[in-house]
Each structure stands twice: as C-alpha cells, then as structure tokens.
C-alpha cells in the first residue's frame, strides 16, 4: 500500500492509496482516503479513482465504498510500526502503511483530531470519562434502545404530541437530541418536516443511520454521531425534540444536554418538550424501612469469621438509606398531596432550570405517576435513616436539594421537620441545612399537611413531571 497525503486550513487531510490487487493493476485504479472532522469526529470516506496522478485531490466525485466514523471514544492501537487497528462497534479495520513516515501523518492527524476542544467541552467539563464511556455504551445497545421503544405510555405519547401539533412541524427544520434508534426523528419527518438533524453521541447511531437508508428518507434524515455540546449543525432549527428524562426526572444529566441544545434553535422556535413538574409527597412503608436497617445490621456483627464489623455499621447505614430507590408502589401509602416544582425548558438554562408557565394550543400528557400506567422510569422513593413521627393535621416541612456530580447524576440531600414538635430528620446521617446558590443545586421547598392517621415513618421523593405544549411528564 502506498501512501501520500494533504492537508489544508479546512483542517482535511488525504491519503492516496494504491490498491494492491489484481483488479487495481489491471484498471490502474487507487483509493482516496478522504479524513475530514466535525467537532470532535472525523469521518473517514474511501473512494475509488481512476488513476490520474495527484490531480485526484482535487475531486471527490468517487463512489464511496467505506465509510466509518472516528471520535474521541473510538478504539484503536499501533500494530507493528507501521499500521494501525481502529475498532469501529464490533468490526476492525487495519490501516498498513509502506513507511513509518506515512504511518506518522496518519496516526499524528488521528490523535490531533481525537483531542480536538475536549479540554473546553461543556459536556467533558461536566462528566468523568468513566461515567460517559458506560453511559454510551449502555445507549449503543440495541436491546435498551427495544426497552425504551416498548414503552407504549412513551413512544406513544411522544407519536400522539408530535402528530397533533404537526402544523408546528410542516416544513420546519428540526433538531432530535439523543436521537437512539432515531424514532422522534421519523415522527417529525411524519409530521411534514423538511429537515432533520437527528444527533447520537453513542454507537446506536450507526443503526440510526440503517434504518434512515432503509425507510428511504435519507433526504430528510441526517444522522449527525457526536455530542450536542460538539457537534456543529449547517444550520439554526425550529423545533428541538428529545426524550432527555431520566429516573426522577434529572437522573442521567440528559436534561442538561437538552437546554444547551437551545443555542441552535431560532428566537421563536419551539421545544418538545415544554416543561415539566417534579413532585414530592411523604409516604410510610415500615416494611421496605426495616429492610434496609436489616440490610445494613450485617455490619454490625463483632465475630464475622473472627472479624469485628461493627466499626462499618454507620458508614453501611448512611450509604443505604443515601440511595433512592427506583420502584413502583401503591398510592395508598402517600399520606399527603405533593409539593410541585416547575421546570420550563424553553426559559431554564443549564446552570439553573429555573420555573416558567407555558401555555399551548395542544397539550399532551405522559404521566409516570403510581396512579398512571407503569413505564420505564418507574417512580423514585428516598428514605429518612430515622423514623420521623406526625398525626393528623400536623404540617411538615423541608428542603430537598439537588447536587449535580460528575456521575452525570445527582447527590441528593433531605431535610424534613414536624412543624409542630420539632422533629427532624433526612436521609444523610448529621445533615445540616445550608443556604447555596441556585448554580451549585437545587433546593425543592417542601410542606405538606398530615391527614391519615398514623406515624410518618419515611420520606418520599416522587416526581411528576408535566410539559405543556406538547408532551407532559410524570415520575
């Protein structure tokens, strides 16, 4: 294999290469690799050419034969000196150059191109390497995008909002955030869209891309692979779709993803969705409460094969009752109405999600309430590591707060006090209360007036989320 290459300020680079075969020999034919980055990828295009010196650079009207995406996340490794294996999903492709010179233009453009604005990344910044690499691959997997697209009281909502809206649609360009499988973008094109730009950081875009080629709306579909914080679109949008909700509404960070999608949308475009409500209410379950002390009770043995445990009994204690748990349950165990906080998408930024009241022409509602049909994300329950006592009538109060982590989740923090006794408690052991800045969390104010008659033993963190034009969301 032979090699030459180019490159210019369009940050492009070429490498001719001779095709040593049969075929190649007789026709004098080479192939042009063809390198050219958006952001954070390099798209790599071969293309069969008539041999015609190094004119060929200055066309690229070949019929494209291969072609494969190489990001930041892409794997590849050195064999020998003078060739490199890319994995690309499940296949590999080894790239054998005729001089370790040749080797070194490729490889160094691969490695600049692979480090390009990743230290100035809002979504790099805001996530450890490690959280992202499951995250993605989790995505990339057929079967989880089949879980998420089984979900009737989802896919058939989104469907539904996108349909009946279809006016806000009709000859639009549209921006699908997180696209997966790439459905929203067949409900736009559905709808009358002119253009969508359907964006997937993970490696499902490629099987976005089949079924784009396969469903023959390839003219209408351009499956973009890369993050929305790196990517560059050709043009601004109309409407933003996206399913960005996670367990509890901001689980996952998606949220944040989406809002800073906005800065390709027009000054009158329009999201799907609008906004959403997070919901709490108190709950009592004595059972699931005795379970995790019993759990955390196996650190409390003093002769565990000759071992003392019980210095570890409060650290098991404090990171059991820490975790929420994602579950369904009975509404019978509610013991007050919730507390609603709003989230407007269209108005929040990503430092703060701050509330905002939209009004639409139609509104379509997909709830995850215990009361609702079942869906994937199920509902969030938080427990107090101490049993916090209240009768009938009595008012209890609180904070919740959100702590963004580079996990792409939240740290929760749940202070809840009985008005009228004093009691307190929360779901960190010796938590105090403090005052911080709307950047660095979230407080969610809490007040509820007991009305069954009995003990409130545990907290609940239930969310219901509601969007207005458009889909509405409930957890």
């Not at 960190?428 to 407080?443: A, D, F, L, P, R």
Request: proline share 2%; net charge negative.
């Amino acid at each position: 294999m032979h090699c030459s290459s180019y490159s210019s300020n369009k940050k492009v680079l070429l490498v001719d290469f001779i095709l040593r075969n049969q075929l190649a020999k007789k026709n004098k034919q080479r192939i042009l690799y063809y390198i050219h980055y958006v952001c954070m990828c390099i798209y790599i295009y071969i293309y069969i050419y008539i041999y015609v010196g190094l004119g060929v650079f200055g066309s690229f009207d070949g019929v494209c034969i291969y072609k494969c995406l190489v990001n930041k996340d892409t794997e590849y490794c050195r064999v020998g000196k003078e060739s490199v294996l890319i994995t690309l999903g499940y296949n590999s492709a080894l790239l054998q150059f005729t001089s370790h010179s040749e080797y070194n233009v490729f490889s160094n453009t691969l490695n600049s191109f692979r480090n390009i604005n990743k230290e100035h990344s809002v979504f790099s910044q805001r996530t450890e390497d490690s959280s992202a690499s499951q995250y993605f691959q989790f995505y990339g997997c057929l079967s989880q995008q089949q879980n998420m697209m089984q979900d009737f009281v989802r896919t058939a909502t989104y469907h539904r909002a996108i349909l009946q809206n279809h006016t806000d649609f009709k000859d639009k360009v549209v921006l699908d955030v997180g696209c997966g499988s790439g459905i929203l973008s067949f409900f736009a094109v559905q709808a009358g869209a002119r253009k969508v730009y359907a964006v997937e950081a993970s490696s499902v875009a490629k099987y976005a891309e089949i079924l784009v080629q396969s469903n023959n709306v390839a003219d209408k579909i351009s499956v973009l692979s890369g993050k929305i914080e790196e990517i560059t679109l050709p043009e601004c949008v109309d409407v933003i779709v996206s399913e960005p909700m996670g367990y509890m509404l901001f689980n996952e960070r998606m949220l944040e993803s989406y809002l800073h999608s906005k800065k390709w949308l027009k000054s009158n475009g329009m999201m799907f969705p609008t906004f959403s409500d997070i919901h709490l209410a108190p709950f009592s379950d004595e059972q699931l409460y005795m379970e995790h002390y019993s759990r955390a009770n196996f650190w409390y043995q003093q002769c565990f094969y000759g071992v003392n445990l019980s210095s570890l009994r409060n650290a098991a204690v404090d990171e059991y009752f820490r975790q929420p748990i994602v579950d369904t349950f009975d509404i019978r165990i509610l013991m007050a109405r919730t507390v609603k906080y709003t989230v407007s998408f269209l108005e929040a930024e990503e430092e703060d999600l701050h509330s905002f009241q939209f009004i639409s022409k139609v509104t379509v509602w997909l709830s995850t309430a215990p009361t609702e049909p079942l869906t994937h994300w199920y509902q969030v329950r938080c427990l107090f590591q101490t049993p916090l006592f209240a009768k009938e009538g009595e008012t209890l109060s609180g904070e919740v707060l959100f702590v963004a982590n580079k996990r792409q989740s939240y740290d929760i923090q749940i202070v809840a006090i009985v008005d009228e006794t004093g009691f307190k408690s929360g779901n960190i052991y010796g938590h105090v209360v403090i005052s911080m800045k709307i950047n660095e969390g979230m407080w969610l104010s809490l007040s509820h007036c007991m009305h069954p008659d009995r003990a409130f033993i545990v907290q609940i963190l239930s969310a219901e989320t509601s969007c207005m034009h458009h889909p509405t969301f409930t957890f």
